[in-house]
Nanobody, 126 residues
Framework: QVQLVESGGGLVQAGDSLRLSCAASGRTFSTQLMGWFRQAPGKEREFIATINWSAGSTDYADSVKGRFTISRDNAKNTVYLQMNSLKPEDTAVYYC???????????????????WGQGTQVTVSS
């Protein structure tokens, strides 16, 4: 089992920045990818970014590319999501996830991640 705990959400204004953290514990060595997803009210869960624990490879959704940066600190078993130039449409509950999706075919798929955090709310006012 892997336990994930997100932190860092909050209420900000458009154009501001936030950094989310996801601390992983347990059998973290059993997972290769850490991802960030978000879900806004009435919408499906949406892929945001993912990172490979060992290689550091990253990928982003087009909607956040150039504004968000995913990174990891292997020593702390923590993954970060730096969010800059936030927009009202970024408002959602943000979740981190861990698993072993195939990089080339399913890294964007929430169903390919096995472990999920409880989520942290990000609200961006206009």
């Amino acid at each position: 089992q892997v336990q994930l705990v997100e932190s860092g959400g909050g209420l900000v204004q458009a154009g501001d920045s936030l950094r989310l953290s996801c601390a992983a514990s347990g059998r973290t060595f059993s997972t290769q990818l850490m991802g960030w997803f978000r879900q806004a009210p009435g919408k499906e869960r949406e892929f945001i970014a993912t990172i490979n624990w060992s290689a550091g490879s990253t990928d982003y959704a087009d909607s956040v590319k150039g504004r968000f940066t995913i990174s990891r600190d292997n020593a702390k078993n923590t993954v970060y999501l730096q969010m800059n130039s936030l927009k009202p449409e970024d408002t959602a509950v943000y979740y981190c996830a861990a698993g072993n999706p195939l990089w080339f075919t399913s890294r964007w798929s929430s169903g390919s991640y096995d472990y999920w955090g409880q989520g942290t709310q990000v609200t961006v006012s206009s």
